[in-house]
Nanobody
């Protein structure tokens, strides 16, 4: 059974760090891809980082060099290490996992009807 649960969100000042975790993947842990999205009220959900089954990672340009996506295969936990946080990183962060269709839409028009999603964890960055 798949029930994705995120944790690790919170409030930090600009320049600070947070590490998000996501567990509960079940059989989807070895699926095509998994990763993180974020959403601000009134805006579309956007893909932030993705890791594919082969370990290849992808990031949106605005977080490259600051965020790192990783997996702990023994614990089946997905992480997002977020450093040098900026106020514009403030959002609800969701983890997700899925197959080719979701993975292909990760950094475009997100297919929220596909794959598995967590309930989100809030990140707030103050200036």
């Amino acid at each position: 059974q798949v029930e994705l649960v995120e944790s690790g969100g919170g409030s930090v000042q600009a320049g600070g760090s947070l590490r998000l975790s996501c567990a509960g993947f079940g059989d989807t842990y070895n699926g095509v891809c998994m990763g993180w999205f974020r959403q601000v009220p009134g805006k579309e959900r956007e893909g932030v980082a993705r890791v594919d089954r082969d370990g290849t990672t992808y990031y949106i340009m605005s977080v490259k060099g600051r965020f790192t996506i990783s997996k702990d295969n023994a614990k089946r936990i997905l992480y997002l290490q977020m450093n040098s946080l900026k106020p514009e990183d403030t959002a609800m962060y969701f983890c997700a996992a899925g197959g080719l269709e979701l993975c292909g839409s990760w950094f475009g028009s997100v297919r929220k009807d596909l794959g598995y999603w967590g309930q989100g964890t809030q990140v707030a960055v103050s200036s």
